[in-house]
């Protein structure tokens, strides 16, 4: 089955740190652009960045300056660092991948696909 294992999640005090890790598994990361999603309840899914195959990196407003993602091919493996964590972080973290670009990550359409079963991330106040 083609899809991301995500890993790293936990609870966390608010201003702490989390480094979430998503590596695929049954195909190579070398032709995708990978993002990484979050899903808090009662709301839709959201993009919080990606990172094309050129290894350009592109994060939310909300958590632009908090948040880093990157990519290791040769580890098949992608990263988000998160700082400064708050509250409202809190939500299932999910990986996905699309051809290339890092086209229509932000409200999670385009073609994202083998989507993992996500890793629950909990900030408390």
């Known amino acids: 089955q083609l899809q991301f294992v995500e890993y790293g999640g936990g609870l966390v005090e608010s201003g702490g740190s989390l480094r979430l890790s998503c590596a695929p598994s049954?195909?190579?990361?070398?032709?995708?652009?990978i993002g990484w999603f979050r899903q808090a309840p009662g709301k839709d899914t959201e993009g919080v960045a990606c990172?094309?195959?050129?290894?350009?990196?592109y994060h939310a407003d909300s958590v632009r300056g908090r948040f880093r993602i990157s990519r290791d091919n040769s580890k098949r493996a992608v990263y988000l660092q998160m700082n400064s964590l708050k509250p409202e972080d809190t939500g299932a973290y999910f990986c996905a991948a699309q051809f290339q670009l890092c086209s229509d990550y932000l409200t999670a359409k385009g073609h994202f696909i083998n989507w993992g079963q996500g890793t629950q991330v909990t900030v408390s106040s």
């Open positions: 049954g195909f190579r990361l070398d032709t995708y652009a």
């Open positions: 990172i094309n195959v050129e290894g350009v990196p």
